[in-house]
């Protein structure tokens, strides 16, 4: 079955600070991946995503490249801002199953000013 | 605005009682979905629904029922609440198309069964 592990949190930074969060995943055909964001108090949000190996999402800041040969899907950013402060996701769907998501257990980020 | 709203946001049940948790979307979306999110889990998927009509079970349907009369609408009840089920629900839609373009998830029921 298709499943997706992230690092996990969480992750304190400071403000301007480079950050990554790891993503790997296994599943069946060729997935699509997905970075959702949760602001506190809110639902998820689409950050970005990619649908074929070697694909560069990137939204706000943030990167992901589709890793096919290593199956990963890290989240990237230059120097983030105390704004950034949420819980990341890493999803995918696979085998055609366009409307079911499986996530990964949620990272914590933190920035400080 | 176009979204998907989610009815009530807060709700605190006995345990055994029955409730049944409103989602709804004006986006003509064919995909919904209902995630329960709890601590260390991430989200995980309860029932889905790829059009008016048809409904299957996900991830741990147990406890939960579904139905889809409309487009718009996808309630998601709970037929005897256990504290298990202490948890937050997202709803969730999504359009049908040949490149996915990610879900669109309501802000959430923060629900306590005590």
């Known amino acids: 079955g298709n499943s997706v592990t992230q690092m996990e949190g969480p992750v304190t930074l400071s403000e301007e600070a480079f950050l990554t969060i790891n993503c790997t995943y296994t599943a069946t055909g060729y997935p699509s991946l997905f970075w959702y964001v949760q602001y506190p108090g809110e639902g998820l949000q689409l950050l970005l995503k990619a649908t074929k190996a070697d694909d560069k999402g990137s939204n706000k800041g943030f990167e992901a490249t589709y890793r096919k040969e290593t199956t990963s899907f890290h989240l990237e950013k230059g120097s983030v801002q105390v704004s950034d402060s949420a819980v990341y996701f890493c999803a995918l769907t696979s085998g055609g199953s366009n409307y079911k998501l499986t996530f990964g257990k949620g990272t914590l980020l933190t920035v400080n000013p | 605005n176009a979204g998907v709203t989610q009815t009530p946001k807060f709700q605190v049940l006995k345990t055994g009682q029955s409730m049944t948790l409103q989602c709804a979307q004006d986006m003509n979306h064919e995909y919904m979905s209902w995630y329960r999110q709890d601590p260390g889990m991430g989200l995980r998927l309860i029932h889905y629904?790829?059009?008016?009509?048809?409904?299957d079970q996900g991830e741990v349907p147990n406890g939960y029922n579904v139905s889809r009369s409309t487009t718009e609408d996808f309630p998601l009840r709970l037929l005897s609440a256990a504290p298990s089920q202490t948890s937050v629900y997202f709803c969730?839609?999504?359009?049908?198309?040949?490149?996915?373009?990610?879900?669109?998830f309501g802000s959430g029921t923060r629900l306590t069964v005590v």
């Open positions: 629904s790829v059009g008016a009509g048809i409904t």
């Open positions: 969730a839609s999504s359009r049908q198309a040949s490149e996915y373009m990610g879900y669109t």
